[in-house]
């Protein structure tokens, strides 16, 4: 979890994909995961794909759970692996949006306030284009059971409750990226204090704070002391706000 362009992507590109050579789930500057993600590896199927749940099918009165069991309102990608390139392409669509006006916005739930405008057209707002995306992917942890849900930035977490907000005290563990250049903004708090920091968590003991990004705080002019006492000064000032444990 986190907020948006905190690198949660990225760090799952690091830990499941590095031996690609290249990212191969979306991720660059601003927002980049639009939808939940949900990340495993299908025992059943033997296979790796991708499955997409058009935004449309939040104006139906079927729950996502209930959806699960209609295949046939969910877009499949096969993955493959022998072509990284391709398989690339393919997982870029998690990050795709769609332009849509504020009443069209309001129909299928969000809130206009919480959206982007559309540069291209003018009084339009943008959405996600899917509802939720699930990822089967061989992988030694995915095929031992690991599953892991990337969640969008603040502005989306309310938008498919049942795989984000009440996933999370479920959860055996999650880790909560921030970036070390800002410390603790005031929506990281937000989200820290509204959907982490609970009382009634399965995750209480696997509750993770993660400063990423500490090359921002590199200072060649001033030398690597000056670098690691800013850094401590991070790790110190976040532990503080999140009332929890520094580990190195």
């Not at 295949?71 to 072509?83: F, G, I, S, T």
């Not at 999650?174 to 070390?180: D, E, K, R, T, V």
């Not at 410390?183 to 399965?202: L, N, P, Q, R």
Request: aromatic share 6%.
């Amino acid at each position: 979890m986190g907020e948006y362009s905190r690198g949660k992507t990225e760090l799952i590109n690091a830990l499941f994909f590095s031996e690609y050579g290249q990212r191969m789930l979306p991720s660059q500057a601003g927002r980049t995961t639009m939808c939940p993600t949900e990340l495993f590896f299908d025992r059943t199927s033997n296979s790796n794909y991708l499955l997409l749940l058009p935004i449309e099918t939040r104006t139906g009165e079927l729950s996502l759970q209930q959806l699960r069991k209609q295949p046939e309102r969910w877009v499949k990608h096969d993955l493959d692996e022998r072509d990284p390139e391709i398989m690339r392409e393919v997982l870029a669509e998690v990050a795709r949006v769609k332009s849509v006006t504020p009443q069209e916005a309001r129909k299928l739930g969000f809130d206009e306030d919480m959206l982007e405008h559309d540069r291209n057209k003018p009084g339009n707002v943008v959405v996600p284009a899917w509802r939720n995306a699930q990822i089967s992917i061989r992988h030694p942890l995915f095929e031992r059971g690991l599953r892991i849900l990337d969640t969008p930035g603040l502005n989306a977490l309310g938008s498919e409750p049942e795989l984000t907000i009440s996933m999370l005290p479920r959860a055996h563990a999650i880790i909560f990226l921030l970036s070390a250049d800002t410390g603790v903004t005031a929506s990281d708090m937000t989200i820290w204090k509204d959907h982490i920091d609970t009382e009634h968590a399965d995750h209480r003991a696997g509750r993770f704070a993660v400063l990423n990004k500490i090359d921002v705080l590199w200072d060649d002019l001033q030398g690597e002391k000056h670098t690691q006492e800013a850094i401590d000064r991070v790790r110190g000032y976040t532990a503080d706000h999140l009332a929890c444990a520094r580990t190195t």
